[in-house]
């Protein structure tokens, strides 16, 4: 019963804040027309600082941890050399194939992951957490731009590719952050102050917003793809990840982090960059709203399990 308090003390705050976001909507207080602008100015002004704190904070010993980046790094190839495999075997059309790979392989790690970490390790350090964004995001992102654009025809510039890492806000918050820490650079208190208090209001926020997008119209259309994405997402992939991630000696917030990365939903920006370069967006769109209201529950499910296990 311990173990079943905790996991569902650490889900059910995710799932409360997206539900209030989604009857907001619902009552008429906030437009789902808004949410992308919304989305866009948490993105490149709450989330960067959000992330410097969060790793500013840290214990540089508990960050730098190799073995885990190592890890997450080869696992988010694997996990995309899997998506990719089954999508060409099961799917035709080629708007399709670049969104259901995408939605299989690509979490919503920064929003539900680093609340998820906190809660189920409560007081830990969640700073090498935090770093594997520096290392996942850039990886999502390029694979996602990869994929899309030779499922439209087009080839993947490295350019382009160079740019939206290095213009990627997330990305930027996290080197600052690590940059500040290694070199022992301290903020005026006013300051930390400041980025600390909108650090801790960033991921409610985000979470909210997250409800208030959810539409579930349109989902019968594609009712045979959700079904393949939603099992893909968040029962196939973070059973064989998780598993190997627990077997190789992987504990702590460190795991929670995994469970974060491989268990959470499809990670919204899908949505919008189906949107900008031709992939099927109704499909992406649907896609988030389905596992994104599923993955509380299957969330749940996997944090009780390795937490029964002594895994965190």
Not at 129 to 149: G, H, R, Y
Not at 248 to 269: D, H, K, P, Y
Not at 280 to 298: H, N
């Amino acid at each position: 019963m311990s173990d079943f308090q905790v996991c569902l003390n650490a889900v059910t705050p995710i799932f409360l804040i997206m539900a209030l976001g989604f009857l907001a909507r619902s009552l008429g207080a906030i437009r789902r027309e808004d949410i992308p602008g919304l989305n866009k100015l948490v993105f490149r002004y709450f989330m960067p600082l959000m992330l410097f704190s969060s790793i500013y904070s840290s214990d540089l010993s508990a960050v730098v941890q190799p073995r885990l980046l190592l890890f997450a790094a080869v696992s988010v190839l694997c996990a995309y050399g899997l998506s990719l495999g089954y999508v060409l075997l099961t799917e035709k059309e080629n708007p399709k194939r670049g969104v259901k790979i995408q939605g299989l392989y690509r979490s919503n790690f920064v929003i539900i992951g680093i609340p998820l970490a906190q809660q189920l390790v409560k007081g830990a350090d969640i700073g090498s957490v935090v770093l594997l964004i520096a290392v996942v995001v850039p990886m999502f992102n390029i694979l996602a731009v990869v994929t899309l654009e030779i499922f439209n025809g087009r080839k993947p510039s490295a350019k382009k590719l160079l740019l939206e890492i290095l213009e990627n806000p997330l990305i930027q918050g996290t080197v600052f952050g690590l940059a500040f820490l290694l070199l022992g650079i301290k903020l005026p208190e006013a300051v930390e102050s400041t980025v600390s208090q909108i650090g801790a209001a960033t991921n409610p926020l985000l979470l909210f917003l997250l409800g208030a997008f959810f539409k579930f119209d349109g989902i019968r259309r594609y009712a045979k793809d959700l079904v393949q994405v939603c099992i893909g997402r968040l029962v196939v992939i973070p059973g064989i990840f998780l598993t190997a991630a627990m077997l190789l000696g992987i504990r702590g917030v460190e795991f929670a982090g995994m469970i974060a990365i491989f268990g959470s939903a499809t990670a919204i920006a899908s949505f919008t960059m189906a949107q900008q370069m031709g992939g099927d967006a109704e499909l992406a769109g649907d896609i988030v709203v389905a596992t994104s209201a599923l993955c509380s529950f299957t969330m749940f499910g996997w944090s009780l399990l390795f937490k029964t296990l002594g895994v965190f």
